[in-house]
């Protein structure tokens, strides 16, 4: 009530540091927060100034009462104590008493209600004492609270209740309210003003508002019987859905029309009943029988529940703007004034006034008689009438009910619907207009509703008016968004000011529609407005402020909301009866209120325009105007350059705090007068008062310092002052008030010029001449302006209104923090500059770029009838003294205006340095921003002369090559008009003129006789220009080099200074078209000349290879280099890296295919603009190719999987290409046929030497020709069938041959036919006789001899790798080039990777790669063991990459022998030539280990063992136990360094062919196995013929040894089984040979320890051991596992002991083959 809390900075900032202390030194405690009281506002008025030790941080004034908040958190009370019953009851306002209650305790804000008071402390905790007869003070059964007591604010809906902490509290007479820190209201007290949910009376603990729940509140403020709320606006809705034709809730009409003689009048202003019905003796009473209305429903699931309400026989604009009472003022055609009201409308269509909330009832009324009308009319058009029936209030009408007993008044009251009227509504409702005017059928209705107009308005003729609409509507279990719909949606109008510009003046204007009887007279602006959609071209105003500003600067777009009890019509809307819900005042949702404050029986709301809108009681003229009616906002009347800042409101007067004519506040009162006689007497005695008509200045004001705050309550006047010692004070003040009188300056200009002008283009005026009444048209400004202005204008406007706002907002958050703070950390500026200069970048820009197309001059024009030929108003705005200016030059100089600001802003910050030490952190912040917005003034002050300067240009030269080459951001430099240069090696009578602009260079040519001079011009972006002065030496020309992407010329200057200009002009603008046109303030030039590599985009038209084609990316003088993308207007895209303007290196290329509507990809590397290097292709047709290019062809090794769908390809081919095509070796798979070709092509056919296998077992090898079997080969078929001999087509033979059956017999002759289809033969029949010698037994063919040498195969894949190396042919290059081949290859390949996201490589590759940065090959010298060591694990992690060459090598081997050898390739007659393969592969790569490691031996040299004692010997043959080798030294061998690393990854399809050729003989022996382990241990040894010496005694069985007996199974030697069963799980001959000796090993530690003595083994006694042991073991493929060892074994260790053991282990397989015949 009679205190305020301020504004929308959060109360909760630390008050233990205040205020800055400036280094200068100001008396903090002397000249700061002190505090002066007074009453009234007569001359002989002279405040007191109370003395307390600590400057006062916050007052709070009751009727009689006051509390203090002091600088460290403590609180003083003085004035009367009717609570303190033992204590003083009474302490005068000059000896203010501390609250001991609250010591220790840290107080943030203080509030006083009528007789109680309250204190928030740091952490959000409520203390309250005083008066609590109605529960004000929160604390039940008391009716007094002596001294300051906690209350708890607790949330019931959480479990446990956890506590809200508080950052506002303010109190009225019965009642308090809480703003928590969640900005959401608590209440409790007694009465409707609590706005809370229930009739139960008082509310003793606090109790959230539900119905502001889900917004965010700002403020709060409280009345003797009345609230308010400061709520920031919701941000807009989505799209909304189409509205319904009637109202959900009472089913009425939401747009009604009324047919007067000559007009029809349209409403869309609709509103629910509110449900009371007034009496004429003032009761209100529920009528009998009828059952209260339901409340609505907030979700479908909700159950209904009934409210204590009633339904009015009448309606009543509840929710109204404040212009409604002016624009119910219609003339009639008989000149009388005809009010009507927007309710009425609806009355007229139809309603009846007996109607429900239902809409069910209908009663007709007798039609009045026409003097009754007229009598009517001519009574209520009288003011003074006017006013009578305005303050027909429920007060006024004798009926003032208990507060306990008010719930028969408050029921939920709520507006009804006001929708927005879209165009399809407005289409039908003016054709359904024009039908209800042809039947003339609404004349009964107006009858109708005149006569409920004199029943319902008149006082004496039919009682009191109704009760305005809404539906009840605490809503409460509802979830807070969908409430805030629900109430969305009912109060109609969105409650937030996101609207036009235009809008806000909608006010003053009707909504409803005054349209001809006929519609062919219908108004053409309602046509057009019908017609036009609801959206605005130019939102002007920004929906949340800036978005970058975010939560730094507090809000303008804000609601007041209002709830209590509205006598006298302190709840501002329209009425005078209560609200039980807080409800929004409609018409100040778009007018930025800052600050609410509520007096007694009235409220203020302050905006950040410095306007004052007040309404409620006037009896003493506290509202500041004498207008009337009383009841909705008003402004109050002081006089012009008067900007408020502060309010306080007591219980009869208003104290002003307000900007004049200088910085040093001043102080307005109005109200009740307070004569010194009087001041004793009490207040219900009316004689000594007298009132105010409008806000009086308080003269003494001047002798309080700097005022930074006022607080008013019951007769008295509080204001805090500070004193200007130093001047940092009055210089604080000073920033404030110059940023409140600019914000009032954008927003007149807004207001008063861009509105009108964006009107201009929104509506067409229409004008009746007073001839003929023939409408004619002015024209409108998007014709003026055309197209192209016209959408600049709208950008003009929106960052002008961007700039509005953000100034306003900062206003809001000076003034505030003037309120609080004044310290220099809380200038937002300082810390966030960016966001001013920002905004005044753009808005600068925005108006060069309007200026520069000449829209100002077209401008001037269409608005020249608005302004008239005498625009004093803009002169005056503009601030200009000129006389006869024109009108465009006031419009540059009035939107310009702006920029000047900034030199303020600079001024004023330097002027609060002066306040600080020069070494202060606070100067350097002061003199830092200050430096920024002074450079940004001259950095726009030279951008506005840079936009006149083009504009003029432009002007000056009009024509064809002008309206091509005007752009809006395009600013002019200099041009060579003054024939100041020229080109070199022009023609004779060719002309050359160019153009200089911020973003190009201008080359316009033409040939001298011709008319039309400049007939070519072309446009060189500067981004893409290159310019270097020539050397002048010997010759007399000042030259300049020009580089341009598709062109280089010279540019021949007159002299050297022009020389010099043109080439610094063109450097500095090409430098800031890089750097984005100059954004920064700091301004141009910063470099001598801008870097010759840059990032460009640039569309080529000239070259042939990429002409129309667009290149973005990286680029060196003239020509793209580094990092780009092209794109070609027929789709083709590159993406990759460039050099010298050509695609090199890697890249991606995408290529449409017209036929197949796909695109051909590739990806890979670049050479000179061509695909060179390792790539993949995939085709539109589904082919994919992976290998290498070269030339735009494939070319060397690569592999190409064909079919639409790579996961089912008909064929895959692997191999050497040629010219794009297949030559060399390659695998050819033939999925669909199911065969495999293994062999030599020749453009892309099968020729020479292959290998043909099939699904079905059948092998061929032989010659080929022209893709056919023609010549010799050899055929068998899977049951060993062959032929062998001549072959003419595939699987034909034909000529002679031989053909050998599987049991030996053959046929020898001539043979023809296809294989499997019938053969004739010529020839002859042998059978072989059982006792033939073996010379003729070796008929069988030797596979292998017609197929491809393994040295021939694979070999475009090594000479890939040779030439990574450097090496033009295997061998043949410098070792040192090799080396550095590979760091190049490593280096970039990993920063390829790294570029790429999706090409990351783990961490263990990552090591990998650190790890190959060592170069092994650095000393020089023979290979130690040590060298060689190193060698070996250098190659083990170099063959682990790909990104390494020998990596690649490794890569590419595996995956063309495991495409050789599955699937088709797994039979088992290719086990020979896979082996040979293998083979091959480690000579071949041993030829390129020796060739990095020159020093290494050839195959079979020896290294010798390093000289060492016996210990560290045994170390290292622990270490390296892979094989054995001779004592001397080791033995180099291909196999022993590379094996290791190849063989792991090629073991599955190489043992798989080994288990195929095995089949049958291992089948024998797993027959044998299993068998012999059916026997157990003590059987089976005597079995095999083991010698009872070496039979176990004992065997360990889990750590215990235990007895071997008869029945003993699987005990025995058991840890040697478990040793040789790892021989499966080993990939290398020299590993499996290493498990074999660990095997014997195990044997003889077992035999040994049961015989304790040493003894040598002898083949006869170790053969059946380790026989058992092989038995047990069980070792499924062990045939593939020995014929694997015996071909890959080293053949340094055959003879070795590794040797005789894998003989003994061969003996033992075959033993076990034939164990069956022992």
């Given at each position: 009530?009679?205190?305020?809390?301020?504004?929308?900075?959060?109360?909760?900032?630390?008050?233990?540091?205040?205020?800055?202390?400036?280094?200068?030194?100001?008396?903090?405690?002397?000249?700061?927060?002190?505090?002066?009281?007074?009453?009234?506002?007569?001359?002989?008025?002279?405040?007191?100034?109370?003395?307390?030790?600590?400057?006062?941080?916050?007052?709070?004034?009751g009727?009689?009462?006051?509390?203090?908040?002091?600088?460290?958190?403590?609180?003083?009370?003085?004035?009367?104590?009717?609570?303190?019953?033992?204590?003083?009851?009474?302490v005068?306002?000059?000896?203010?008493?501390?609250?001991?209650?609250?010591?220790?305790?840290?107080?943030?804000?203080?509030?006083?209600?009528?007789?109680?008071?309250?204190?928030?402390?740091?952490?959000?905790?409520?203390?309250?004492?005083?008066?609590?007869?109605?529960?004000?003070?929160g604390?039940?059964?008391?009716?007094?609270?002596?001294?300051?007591?906690?209350?708890?604010v607790?949330?019931?809906?959480?479990?446990?209740?956890?506590?809200?902490?508080?950052?506002?509290?303010?109190?009225?007479?019965?009642?308090?309210?809480?703003?928590?820190?969640?900005?959401?209201?608590?209440?409790?007290?007694?009465?409707?003003?609590?706005?809370?949910?229930?009739?139960?009376?008082?509310?003793?603990?606090?109790?959230?508002?539900?119905?502001?729940?889900?917004?965010?509140?700002?403020?709060?403020?409280?009345?003797?019987?009345?609230?308010?709320?400061?709520?920031?606006?919701?941000?807009?809705?989505?799209?909304?859905?189409?509205?319904?034709?009637?109202?959900?809730?009472?089913?009425?009409?939401?747009?009604?029309?009324?047919?007067?003689?000559?007009?029809v009048?349209?409403?869309?202003s609709?509103?629910?009943?509110?449900?009371?019905?007034?009496?004429?003796?003032?009761?209100?009473?529920?009528?009998?029988?009828r059952?209260?209305?339901?409340?609505?429903?907030?979700?479908?699931?909700?159950?209904?529940?009934?409210?204590?309400?009633?339904?009015?026989?009448?309606?009543?604009?509840?929710?109204?703007?404040?212009?409604?009472?002016?624009?119910?003022?219609t003339?009639?055609?008989?000149?009388?004034?005809?009010?009507?009201?927007?309710?009425?409308?609806?009355?007229?269509?139809?309603?009846?006034?007996?109607?429900?909330?239902?809409?069910?009832?209908?009663q007709n009324?007798?039609?009045?008689?026409?003097?009754?009308?007229?009598?009517?009319?001519?009574?209520?058009?009288?003011?003074?009438?006017?006013?009578?029936?305005?303050?027909m209030?429920?007060?006024?009408?004798?009926?003032?009910?208990?507060?306990d007993?008010?719930?028969?008044?408050?029921?939920?009251?709520?507006?009804?619907?006001?929708?927005?009227?879209?165009?399809s509504?407005?289409?039908?409702?003016?054709?359904?207009?024009?039908?209800?005017v042809?039947?003339?059928?609404?004349?009964?209705?107006?009858?109708?509703?005149?006569?409920?107009?004199?029943?319902?308005?008149?006082?004496?003729?039919?009682?009191?008016?109704?009760?305005?609409?809404?539906?009840?509507?605490?809503?409460?279990?509802?979830?807070?968004?969908?409430?805030?719909?629900?109430?969305?949606?009912?109060?109609?109008?969105?409650?937030?000011?996101?609207?036009?510009?235009?809008?806000?003046?909608?006010?003053?204007?009707?909504?409803?529609?005054?349209?001809?009887?006929?519609?062919?007279?219908?108004?053409?602006?309602?046509?057009?407005r019908?017609?036009?959609?609801?959206?605005?071209?130019?939102?002007?105003?920004?929906?949340?402020?800036?978005?970058?500003?975010?939560?730094?600067?507090?809000?303008?777009?804000?609601e007041?909301?209002?709830?209590?009890?509205?006598?006298?019509?302190?709840?501002?809307?329209?009425?005078?009866l209560?609200?039980?819900?807080?409800?929004?005042?409609?018409?100040?949702?778009?007018?930025?209120?800052?600050?609410?404050?509520?007096?007694?029986h009235?409220?203020?709301?302050?905006?950040?325009?410095?306007?004052?809108?007040?309404?409620?009681?006037?009896?003493?003229?506290?509202?500041?105007?004498?207008?009337?009616?009383?009841?909705?906002?008003?402004?109050?009347?002081?006089?012009?350059?008067?900007?408020?800042?502060?309010?306080?409101?007591?219980?009869?007067?208003?104290?002003?705090?307000?900007?004049?004519?200088?910085?040093?506040?001043?102080?307005?009162?109005?109200?009740?007068?307070?004569?010194?006689?009087?001041?004793?007497?009490?207040?219900?005695?009316?004689?000594?008062?007298?009132?105010?008509?409008?806000?009086?200045?308080?003269?003494?004001?001047?002798?309080?310092g700097?005022?930074?705050?006022?607080f008013?309550?019951?007769?008295?006047?509080?204001?805090?002052?500070?004193?200007?010692?130093?001047?940092?004070?009055?210089?604080l003040?000073?920033?404030?008030?110059?940023?409140?009188?600019?914000?009032c300056?954008?927003?007149?200009?807004?207001?008063?010029?861009?509105?009108?002008?964006?009107?201009?283009?929104?509506?067409?005026?229409s004008?009746?001449?007073?001839a003929?009444?023939?409408?004619?048209?002015?024209?409108?400004?998007?014709?003026?302006?055309?197209?192209?202005?016209?959408?600049?204008?709208?950008?003009?406007?929106?960052?002008?209104?961007?700039?509005?706002?953000?100034?306003?907002?900062?206003?809001a958050?000076?003034?505030?923090?003037?309120?609080?703070?004044?310290?220099?950390?809380?200038?937002?500026?300082?810390?966030?500059a960016?966001?001013?200069?920002?905004?005044?970048?753009?808005?600068?820009?925005?108006?060069?770029?309007?200026?520069?197309?000449g829209?100002?001059?077209?401008?001037?024009k269409?608005?020249?009838?608005?302004?008239?030929?005498?625009?004093?108003?803009?002169?005056?705005?503009?601030?200009?003294?000129?006389?006869n200016i024109?009108?465009?030059?006031?419009?540059?100089?009035?939107?310009?205006?702006?920029?000047?600001?900034?030199?303020?802003?600079?001024?004023?910050?330097?002027?609060?340095?002066t306040?600080?030490?020069?070494?202060?952190?606070?100067?350097?912040?002061?003199?830092?921003?200050?430096?920024?917005?002074?450079?940004?003034?001259?950095?726009?002050?030279?951008?506005?002369?840079?936009?006149?300067?083009?504009?003029?240009?432009?002007?000056?030269?009009?024509?064809?090559?002008?309206d091509?080459?005007?752009?809006?951001?395009?600013?002019?430099?200099c041009?060579?008009?003054?024939?100041?240069?020229?080109?070199?090696?022009?023609?004779?009578?060719?002309?050359?003129?160019?153009?200089?602009?911020?973003?190009?260079?201008?080359?316009?040519?033409?040939?001298?006789?011709?008319?039309?001079?400049?007939?070519?011009?072309?446009?060189?972006?500067?981004?893409?220009?290159?310019?270097?002065?020539i050397?002048?030496?010997?010759?007399?020309?000042?030259?300049?080099?020009?580089?341009?992407?598709?062109?280089?010329?010279?540019?021949?200057?007159?002299?050297?200074?022009e020389?010099?200009?043109?080439?610094?002009?063109?450097?500095?603008?090409v430098?800031?078209?890089?750097?984005?046109?100059?954004?920064?303030?700091?301004?141009?030039?910063?470099?001598?000349?801008?870097?010759?590599?840059?990032?460009?985009?640039?569309?080529?038209?000239?070259?042939?290879?990429?002409?129309?084609?667009?290149?973005?990316?990286?680029?060196?003088?003239?020509?793209?280099?580094?990092?780009?993308?092209?794109?070609?207007?027929?789709?083709?895209?590159?993406?990759?890296?460039f050099?010298?303007?050509?695609?090199?290196g890697?890249?991606?290329?995408?290529?449409?295919?017209?036929?197949?509507?796909?695109?051909?990809?590739?990806?890979?590397?670049?050479?000179?603009?061509?695909?060179?290097?390792?790539?993949?292709?995939?085709?539109?047709?589904g082919?994919?190719?992976?290998?290498?290019?070269?030339?735009?062809?494939?070319?060397?090794?690569?592999?190409?999987?064909?079919?639409?769908?790579?996961?089912?390809?008909?064929?895959?081919?692997?191999?050497?290409?040629?010219?794009?095509?297949?030559?060399?070796?390659?695998?050819?798979?033939?999925?669909?046929?199911?065969?495999k070709?293994?062999?030599?092509?020749?453009d892309?056919?099968?020729?020479?030497?292959?290998?043909?296998?099939?699904?079905?077992?059948?092998?061929?090898?032989?010659?080929f020709?022209?893709?056919?079997?023609?010549?010799?080969?050899?055929?068998?078929?899977?049951?060993?069938?062959?032929?062998?001999?001549?072959?003419?087509?595939?699987?034909?033979?034909?000529?002679?041959?031989?053909?050998?059956?599987?049991?030996?017999?053959?046929?020898?002759?001539?043979?023809?036919?296809?294989?499997?289809?019938?053969?004739?033969?010529?020839?002859?029949?042998?059978?072989?006789?059982?006792?033939?010698?073996?010379?003729?037994?070796?008929?069988?063919?030797?596979?292998?001899?017609?197929?491809?040498?393994?040295?021939?195969?694979?070999?475009?894949?090594?000479?890939?790798?040779?030439?990574?190396?450097?090496?033009?042919?295997?061998?043949?290059?410098?070792?040192?080039?090799?080396?550095?081949n590979?760091?190049?290859?490593?280096?970039?390949?990993?920063?390829?990777?790294?570029?790429?996201?999706?090409?990351?490589?783990?961490?263990?590759h990552?090591?990998?790669?650190?790890?190959l940065?060592?170069?092994?090959?650095?000393?020089v010298?023979?290979?130690?063991?040590?060298?060689?060591?190193?060698?070996?694990?250098?190659?083990?992690?170099?063959?682990?990459?790909?990104?390494?060459?020998?990596?690649?090598?490794?890569?590419?081997?595996?995956?063309?022998?495991?495409?050789?050898?599955?699937?088709?390739?797994?039979?088992?007659?290719?086990?020979?030539?896979?082996?040979?393969?293998?083979?091959?592969?480690?000579?071949?790569?041993?030829?390129?280990?020796?060739?990095?490691?020159?020093?290494l031996?050839?195959?079979?040299?020896?290294?010798?063992?390093?000289?060492?004692?016996?210990?560290?010997?045994k170390?290292?043959?622990?270490?390296?136990?892979?094989?054995?080798?001779?004592?001397p030294?080791?033995?180099?061998s291909?196999?022993?360094?590379?094996?290791?690393?190849?063989?792991?990854?090629?073991y599955?399809?190489?043992?798989?062919?080994?288990?195929?050729?095995?089949?049958?003989?291992?089948?024998?022996?797993?027959?044998?196995?299993?068998?012999?382990?059916?026997?157990?241990?003590?059987?089976?040894?005597?079995?095999l013929?083991?010698q009872?010496?070496?039979?176990?005694?004992s065997?360990?069985?889990?750590?215990e040894?235990?007895?071997?007996?008869?029945?003993?199974?699987?005990?025995?030697?058991?840890?040697?089984?478990?040793?040789?069963q790892?021989?499966?799980?080993?990939?290398?001959?020299?590993?499996?040979?290493q498990?074999?000796?660990?095997?014997?090993?195990?044997?003889?530690?077992e035999?040994?320890?049961?015989?304790?003595?040493?003894?040598?083994?002898?083949?006869?006694?170790?053969?059946?051991?380790?026989?058992?042991?092989?038995?047990?073991?069980?070792i499924?493929?062990?045939?593939?596992?020995?014929?694997?060892?015996?071909?890959?074994?080293?053949?340094c260790?055959?003879?070795g002991?590794?040797?005789?053991?894998?003989?003994?282990?061969?003996?033992?397989?075959?033993?076990?083959?034939?164990e069956?015949?022992?």
């Open positions: 009530m009679h205190q305020h809390c301020h504004g929308q900075i959060s109360v909760m900032e630390s008050q233990r540091k205040r205020y800055a202390a400036p280094s200068s030194g100001e008396d903090s405690s002397g000249e700061r927060g002190s505090l002066h009281t007074w009453k009234g506002y007569s001359c002989s008025v002279t405040p007191e100034r109370v003395l307390l030790s600590r400057p006062v941080l916050q007052a709070a004034l009727t009689r009462h006051g509390v203090l908040l002091v600088e460290g958190g403590q609180v003083y009370s003085f004035g009367e104590f009717r609570w303190k019953q033992s204590q003083v009851s009474e005068g306002p000059l000896k203010p008493v501390l609250e001991s209650a609250l010591s220790g305790q840290c107080v943030v804000a203080v509030a006083a209600g009528s007789f109680h008071s309250g204190a928030v402390t740091e952490d959000g905790g409520v203390h309250m004492w005083g008066e609590n007869s109605f529960g004000q003070c604390l039940s059964s008391l009716t007094v609270v002596p001294n300051p007591t906690p209350v708890a607790l949330d019931p809906d959480t479990s446990p209740p956890h506590t809200i902490r508080v950052l506002e509290l303010t109190c009225g007479e019965q009642h308090s309210l809480a703003l928590s820190a969640q900005h959401e209201v608590w209440a409790w007290g007694s009465g409707c003003q609590l706005g809370l949910v229930t009739t139960i009376f008082p509310v003793w603990k606090p109790q959230k508002v539900e119905h502001l729940a889900g917004r965010h509140v700002l403020q709060v403020a409280c009345g003797a019987f009345h609230s308010l709320a400061l709520v920031r606006c919701l941000p807009p809705q989505e799209a909304r859905r189409p509205l319904p034709d009637k109202c959900g809730q009472c089913n009425q009409l939401l747009y009604t029309m009324t047919d007067k003689e000559d007009h009048i349209i409403s869309d609709h509103y629910c009943p509110l449900g009371v019905e007034l009496l004429a003796d003032g009761e209100a009473r529920l009528e009998p029988g059952s209260p209305p339901l409340r609505l429903q907030s979700s479908p699931s909700e159950p209904l529940s009934s409210h204590t309400s009633a339904s009015a026989p009448g309606l009543h604009p509840s929710i109204t703007d404040h212009t409604d009472y002016e624009r119910r003022r003339v009639a055609q008989n000149g009388e004034i005809l009010t009507t009201r927007d309710s009425d409308m609806r009355d007229a269509a139809g309603t009846d006034s007996d109607r429900t909330v239902g809409g069910a009832g209908s009324s007798p039609y009045p008689d026409d003097q009754a009308v007229k009598e009517y009319l001519n009574k209520l058009s009288d003011t003074s009438l006017a006013e009578e029936t305005a303050k209030t429920i007060a006024g009408a004798s009926f003032q009910p208990p507060a007993s008010l719930d028969l008044l408050t029921s939920d009251l709520l507006p009804g619907v006001m929708p927005v009227t879209t165009s509504a407005l289409n039908s409702l003016v054709s359904s207009c024009a039908s209800a042809a039947e003339r059928v609404v004349s009964t209705c107006e009858a109708l509703s005149l006569k409920k107009r004199i029943n319902c308005h008149y006082p004496g003729v039919g009682g009191v008016a109704g009760a305005p609409g809404g539906v009840p509507g605490g809503f409460p279990g509802g979830p807070a968004e969908e409430r805030v719909r629900l109430e969305e949606s009912m109060q109609g109008k969105k409650s937030c000011s996101t609207g036009d510009i235009r809008e806000e003046e909608a006010e003053g204007l009707s909504r409803r529609l005054s349209l001809p009887g006929l519609l062919s007279q219908v108004s053409p602006r309602l046509l057009r019908a017609s036009r959609p609801r959206v605005r071209v130019v939102p002007l105003t920004p929906v949340g402020g800036l978005p970058e500003a975010g939560e730094l600067l507090p809000s303008l777009q804000t007041v909301w209002s709830w209590g009890r509205g006598e006298e019509g302190q709840l501002g809307h329209g009425d005078n209560p609200r039980l819900q807080p409800l929004c005042i409609k018409c100040l949702s778009s007018k930025e209120v800052v600050l609410v404050a509520a007096g007694a009235h409220s203020l709301a302050l905006t950040a325009q410095s306007q004052v809108f007040s309404w409620g009681s006037n009896s003493s003229g506290q509202l500041g105007h004498m207008a009337c009616p009383t009841t909705i906002p008003r402004l109050a009347k002081l006089s012009e350059g008067i900007r408020v800042w502060d309010v306080g409101a007591g219980a009869q007067h208003t104290l002003l705090l307000a900007d004049g004519d200088c910085y040093q506040p001043i102080l307005y009162y109005s109200g009740q007068q307070v004569r010194e006689a009087a001041q004793d007497a009490p207040q219900d005695q009316t004689e000594g008062y007298s009132y105010t008509q409008q806000p009086v200045l308080l003269p003494f004001c001047m002798n309080l700097y005022v930074s705050g006022v008013a309550g019951g007769q008295s006047c509080v204001a805090l002052a500070d004193r200007n010692v130093t001047g940092f004070i009055a210089s003040h000073e920033l404030a008030a110059a940023e409140r009188k600019f914000y300056k954008l927003s007149s200009v807004k207001n008063h010029i861009l509105r009108p002008l964006l009107d201009l283009g929104e509506n067409y005026c004008r009746y001449s007073s003929g009444q023939r409408p004619w048209v002015r024209e409108s400004l998007g014709t003026a302006l055309g197209p192209a202005s016209t959408v600049l204008l709208q950008s003009l406007a929106r960052c002008y209104s961007r700039l509005c706002h953000l100034t306003g907002q900062h206003s958050l000076l003034t505030a923090n003037l309120r609080r703070r004044r310290e220099v950390k809380s200038l937002v500026m300082l810390e966030h960016s966001i001013f200069l920002d905004t005044y970048n753009e808005y600068c820009c925005s108006v060069g770029n309007f200026l520069v197309m829209g100002f001059q077209a401008l001037a269409p608005s020249l009838d608005f302004f008239g030929k005498c625009p004093e108003l803009l002169q005056r705005l503009a601030e200009s003294s000129e006389e024109p009108l465009s030059d006031l419009l540059v100089a009035l939107f310009y205006l702006p920029m000047r600001h900034l030199h303020e802003y600079g001024r004023l910050l330097l002027k609060l340095g306040c600080f030490e020069v070494s202060s952190v606070d100067y350097q912040k002061l003199q830092d921003c200050c430096s920024k917005f002074e450079a940004l003034a001259l950095h726009l002050k030279r951008r506005r002369k840079e936009a006149e300067y083009t504009y003029h240009f432009w002007k000056s030269f009009p024509g064809k090559m002008t091509s080459l005007r752009k809006p951001p395009r600013r002019l430099i041009e060579s008009s003054n024939k100041a240069l020229t080109l070199q090696n022009s023609g004779r009578f060719s002309v050359n003129w160019f153009i200089l602009f911020n973003d190009a260079l201008v080359h316009a040519q033409g040939v001298v006789p011709y008319k039309s001079l400049f007939s070519t011009h072309h446009v060189f972006p500067l981004a893409t220009l290159w310019v270097e002065p050397p002048e030496e010997n010759t007399d020309l000042y030259g300049l080099k020009v580089i341009s992407p598709e062109e280089t010329f010279t540019l021949l200057a007159c002299s050297s200074m020389k010099a200009k043109w080439l610094r002009s063109i450097n500095q603008a430098d800031q078209a890089m750097s984005g046109a100059g954004q920064s303030g700091s301004g141009a030039g910063q470099r001598a000349e801008p870097p010759i590599s840059r990032t460009a985009s640039y569309t080529f038209y000239k070259d042939s290879r990429l002409k129309e084609a667009t290149y973005e990316g990286r680029w060196l003088a003239g020509k793209p280099n580094g990092r780009g993308m092209v794109k070609w207007l027929d789709g083709r895209i590159y993406t990759g890296t050099k010298n303007g050509l695609e090199d890697f890249g991606d290329y995408v290529m449409p295919s017209k036929t197949l509507n796909l695109n051909d990809h590739y990806q890979g590397h670049w050479k000179e603009g061509k695909m060179h290097g390792i790539g993949t292709y995939k085709y539109a047709t082919e994919l190719y992976e290998g290498s290019f070269q030339d735009n062809m494939r070319h060397g090794h690569g592999m190409l999987r064909s079919g639409t769908l790579n996961s089912s390809s008909p064929s895959v081919f692997i191999g050497q290409w040629v010219h794009d095509k297949k030559t060399g070796y390659g695998v050819f798979d033939d999925i669909t046929r199911g065969e070709y293994m062999g030599m092509w020749q892309d056919q099968r020729q020479g030497t292959g290998v043909i296998v099939t699904q079905f077992g059948l092998y061929y090898e032989g010659a020709n022209n893709n056919k079997m023609q010549g010799t080969g050899v055929l068998l078929s899977e049951d060993n069938t062959t032929y062998e001999g001549e072959f003419s087509e595939d699987w034909t033979l034909n000529g002679k041959g031989v053909l050998t059956m599987a049991n030996g017999d053959y046929f020898e002759g001539t043979f023809t036919g296809e294989w499997g289809s019938g053969l004739k033969v010529s020839g002859s029949f042998f059978k072989p006789n059982l006792y033939d010698s073996d010379g003729d037994k070796g008929r069988a063919v030797k596979l292998g001899r017609l197929a491809v040498r393994p040295e021939e195969k694979w070999r475009a894949v090594f000479e890939e790798c040779w030439m990574r190396l450097g090496c033009e042919a295997p061998g043949q290059g410098e070792n040192q080039r090799a080396w550095e590979i760091a190049v290859a490593l280096t970039t390949s990993s920063r390829q990777h790294r570029d790429c996201p999706e090409m990351n490589l783990s961490q263990s990552n090591r990998t790669l650190e790890s940065e060592f170069n092994p090959q650095q000393h010298g023979p290979v130690t063991m040590e060298k060689y060591d190193r060698i070996r694990h250098y190659l083990i992690k170099a063959c682990d990459t790909p990104l390494h060459p020998l990596g690649r090598l490794m890569e590419t081997l595996v995956a063309v022998y495991r495409m050789t050898y599955v699937g088709v390739g797994a039979n088992r007659r290719l086990l020979l030539q896979a082996v040979n393969e293998i083979m091959s592969y480690l000579a071949r790569i041993f030829q390129l280990v020796r060739f990095l490691f020159p020093d031996p050839e195959e079979g040299g020896v290294i010798p063992e390093p000289s060492s004692d016996p210990q560290d010997k170390d290292s043959n622990c270490a390296d136990t892979q094989l054995e080798s001779p004592k030294g080791r033995v180099v291909s196999s022993s360094l590379l094996l290791p690393v190849l063989l792991p990854r090629l599955p399809p190489l043992f798989t062919l080994y288990a195929l050729e095995k089949e049958r003989e291992d089948d024998v022996y797993w027959e044998c196995v299993l068998r012999l382990n059916k026997q157990p241990d003590m059987a089976l040894l005597a079995f013929g083991v009872h010496k070496f039979w176990p005694v065997v360990p069985v889990l750590g040894r235990t007895e071997v007996v008869s029945s003993t199974k699987d005990a025995c030697f058991a840890s040697a089984t478990e040793t040789l790892q021989i499966s799980t080993t990939f290398t001959p020299s590993d499996k040979l498990v074999i000796q660990l095997t014997f090993e195990e044997i003889t530690k035999v040994v320890s049961s015989l304790e003595d040493s003894f040598l083994w002898s083949m006869d006694d170790l053969f059946p051991v380790f026989l058992y042991v092989v038995l047990r073991a069980r499924r493929n062990l045939g593939s596992e020995v014929s694997l060892i015996e071909d890959l074994m080293d053949p260790v055959q003879h002991e590794h040797g005789i053991m894998f003989t003994t282990l061969k003996a033992c397989y075959y033993q076990i083959q034939h069956k015949t022992t």
